[in-house]
């Protein structure tokens, strides 16, 4: 089936350290979404990325959208004890939400 | 602000019982959403719908129902428990596209005996 994997799985961090995680697709896809888990809590909606190469920056979270719409990234500069949780991408390849497994990231003060 | 209610945080069932997860928006979105979420397996769309009294499978929708009697409420059925539905569930709610964004409610811890 359609799958949207996310690299890495778990991450630890040390405070002020800078944190990557991807997400790849085997197919091009329409648009991808980021969201954000606290520990003990529920995802939320990060941002959208819509066209080939975009990047957009929330503060500190950069995003990224691939020339080819197949990948995307998400770079966190000097990380902080906030940015605690779990980060998932939701990919559309066709009109159905597939979200990503995940990556947990651990930030060690 | 998007509210989406579940009717509880946590539920303990025993094996064969019937179990209602029951989901609430108050934002008028057309779309909802039940999800199932383990361990290194992320979210999996158990089932959804677009429009009142209407259900789509999603991925994993194998002992799982639906009902959708009304607009701002999706219930997920588990028609007879069992031991490997043991998960967190996770409802959400969009606006009406299959892109919009999805507002997830707070989720059910449910464990079954």
């Known amino acids: 089936g359609q799958q949207v994997m996310r690299i890495p799985q778990y991450q630890h961090v040390q405070e002020g350290e800078d944190f990557t995680t991807y997400c790849n697709s085997s197919?091009?896809?329409?648009?991808i979404q980021w969201y954000k888990q606290r520990p003990g809590g529920h995802p939320v909606f990060l941002i959208q990325l819509v066209k080939s190469g975009e990047v957009k920056k929330q503060k500190r979270l950069t995003f990224q959208f691939g020339e080819a719409k197949k990948n995307s990234s998400l770079h966190i500069t000097a990380t902080q004890t906030t940015d605690v949780g779990t980060y998932f991408c939701?990919?559309?390849?066709?009109?159905?939400?597939?979200f990503g497994t995940g990556t947990s990231l651990t930030v060690i003060p | 602000d998007v509210k989406v209610t579940q009717s509880s945080r946590y539920l303990v069932k025993r094996t064969g019982e019937k179990v209602f997860l029951e989901c609430v928006q108050d934002?008028?979105?057309?779309?909802m959403f039940w999800y199932r979420q383990d361990p290194g397996l992320g979210l999996r769309l158990i089932y959804f719908?677009?429009?009142?009294?209407?259900?789509e499978k999603g991925d994993i929708p194998e002992g799982y129902s639906v009902s959708r009697e009304k607009k701002e409420r999706f219930s997920l059925i588990l028609e007879s428990a069992s031991t490997n539905q043991t998960s967190m569930y996770l409802c959400a709610s969009s606006l009406s596209g299959p892109t919009d964004t999805q507002y997830f409610g707070p989720g059910t811890r449910l464990t079954v005996l």
């Open positions: 197919t091009t896809l329409s648009n």
């Open positions: 719908s677009y429009d009142v009294k209407m259900k």
């Open positions: 934002m008028d979105h057309e779309n």
């Open positions: 939701a990919g559309i390849p066709g009109n159905q939400f597939y």
